[in-house]
């Protein structure tokens, strides 16, 4: 069984810095990898699908790398309405749509 | 202006069943795979049950496979989940979601959620 692994837990950064964020599968699940944030109270939004790919309307400053078993999302200067929760989840391996537990991006 | 619009929400019994239904509006719904996607209050995502355009792909969860049966009517733009046998983690926010093809793989537009809660 495939498990996605986020990493940090919980980012603090401050606006205008870059931020890192990690997530690893279990077993390669080559570039079906797609990044999800999440504000308060909202539904999930898509930002990047393809592990490097953004969605329609997300802006340059979000970006995803990596493939098989190492994926890193990341947000070159944050801006304050970046600061939410951030998920991966694979859509490789069926069922597909497993989601990692997250990271929690918040300001320092 | 694509549309997914969550009901059916509610309280109910350990288990006992419940039917929730996803209006989707402003895409050619035929033409897409359909998702469920659930968040435990405070917690994060768990995808639940997937259906590919043409009904000839679907997918559950581990966690409620055997429970909970995912089917759609393209006549009527509209997706549903039948939900048996229900248990206290089921307890969630239940999201609706387009997939951004044919396909089993990514959410690519989300509903508002619609609350079950599953208590005594």
């Known amino acids: 069984e495939i498990v996605m692994t986020q990493s940090p837990a919980t980012l603090s950064a401050s606006p205008g810095e870059r931020a890192t964020l990690s997530c690893r599968a279990s077993q390669s699940v080559t570039s079906n990898l797609a990044w999800y944030q999440q504000q308060p109270g909202q539904a999930p939004r898509l930002l990047i699908y393809?592990?490097?790919t953004r969605a329609t309307g997300i802006p340059a400053r979000f970006s995803g790398s990596g493939s098989g078993t190492q994926f890193t999302l990341t947000i070159s200067s944050l801006q304050s309405e970046d600061f939410a929760v951030y998920y991966c989840q694979q859509y490789n391996t069926w069922p597909p749509g497993l989601f990692g537990q997250g990271t929690k991006l918040e300001i320092k | 202006e694509v549309q997914l619009v969550e009901s059916g929400g509610g309280l109910v019994q350990p288990g006992r069943s419940l039917r929730l239904s996803c209006a989707a509006s402003g895409f050619t719904f035929a033409d897409y795979a359909m998702h469920w996607v659930r968040q435990a209050p405070g917690k994060g995502l768990e995808w639940v049950s997937g259906i590919s355009w043409n009904s000839g792909s679907i997918g559950y969860a581990d966690s409620v496979k055997g429970r909970f049966t995912i089917s759609r009517d393209n006549a009527k733009n509209s997706v549903y989940l039948q939900m048996n046998s229900l248990k206290a983690e089921d307890t969630a926010y239940y999201y609706c979601?387009?997939?951004?093809?044919?396909?089993?793989?990514?959410?690519?537009?989300w509903g508002q959620g619609t609350l079950v809660t599953v208590s005594s």
């Open positions: 393809g592990a490097s």
């Open positions: 979601a387009k997939d951004k093809g044919q396909w089993l793989a990514v959410q690519i537009i």
